[in-house]
């Protein structure tokens, strides 16, 4: 077993970090009682532990403040450092009075000011199903890119685990070759541009088409931005892109190479891609609508 460092006890009516259930059941739940909930131990059936072991998970568990009804929450208890990773020992916890499926969310590790030290995205599919008024222990792992600040440091006290319940803004992030050939005007349009339009759902790349012209040579010029719903950086080697006009007629097809394109967490990037005039088809070209697509 790890040698774990115990998190200090703090007194409290009932559990701070808890949230409506409907962030991971989709709906309101009817609140039956107004009576707390103490949860029990809920171990995941692939988990094979000796009795011992088993024996401390009850024993941090009976040590859980009360949920109020219709709630989950994350509650941290232990953590270590391992290498450069920090390991944190938790409940994931369910007043609910029937099973919960959780989903793949963000979780954050909160230093004893309630400032942010590490964030992450975790596929809770994986806990499979939580019963009602039940707590099941897992183990959460913070890499160093996870980290704000690149601390990784051990928090002594204070600290505790939490789910990322707004959904961070997205945002323009722009190449510095890009931000010294448009002028002030020319950004505050696009940040304007990139808040207003719906993002791209979790976890989900995509790209959408700005500008097309032909130039005088017969190439086709496209800007895109590139568009990253990932919790993490993503970085493009390499894409193939199709281009369809306003009939659906293909016009442009070709690969280009993005020599490790980084795109940010949570942003869109604008990016220029020409397509020589031997790979397009100028034949009644209709471009008064068109997109884009990688294949």
Not at 5 to 22: I, L
Not at 177 to 200: A, F, G
Not at 229 to 235: A, Q
Request: avoid cysteine.
């Amino acid at each position: 077993m790890f040698k774990w460092k115990k998190k200090e006890k703090e007194t409290q009516a009932y559990d701070e970090g808890a949230v409506d259930a409907s962030l991971f059941t989709g709906k309101e739940e009817e609140v039956q009682d107004t009576k707390e909930v103490y949860t029990e131990l809920s171990l995941h059936p692939d988990w094979h532990l000796p009795e011992e072991e088993t024996y401390v998970y009850r024993f941090y568990n009976s040590d859980l403040p009360p949920l109020k009804p219709n709630q989950v929450s994350v509650t941290g208890f232990d953590i270590q450092k391992k290498d450069q990773n920090i390991l944190v020992k938790a409940f994931l916890r369910n007043s609910l009075q029937r099973g919960i499926h959780f989903k793949p969310t963000s979780i954050l590790l909160l230093d004893k000011q309630g400032q942010i030290m590490a964030r992450k995205h975790f596929d809770l599919t994986d806990v499979g199903l939580l019963p009602g008024r039940s707590s099941r222990p897992w183990i959460f792992s913070f890499h160093q890119k996870d980290f704000i600040n690149d601390d990784t440091n051990i928090p002594v006290n204070g600290w505790k685990l939490a789910f990322e319940t707004q959904t961070r803004k997205h945002s323009l992030d722009l190449e510095e070759t890009w931000e010294k050939s448009l002028d002030t005007e020319e950004i505050d349009k696009l940040e304007e541009y990139v808040s207003n339009i719906t993002p791209p759902k979790p976890g989900e790349v995509n790209f959408l088409g700005l500008q097309v012209r032909f130039s005088d040579e017969g190439h086709l010029h496209m800007t895109l931005l590139v568009r990253n719903g990932n919790e993490e950086d993503i970085k493009l080697k390499s894409i193939p892109l199709v281009v369809e006009d306003a009939t659906g007629k293909v016009i442009a097809k070709g690969g280009f190479k993005l020599n490790d394109l980084t795109v940010k967490a949570h942003t869109s990037k604008p990016w220029t891609f020409v397509f020589p005039k031997n790979k397009v088809n100028r034949d009644e070209v209709d471009l008064s609508r068109w997109k884009v697509y990688p294949k």
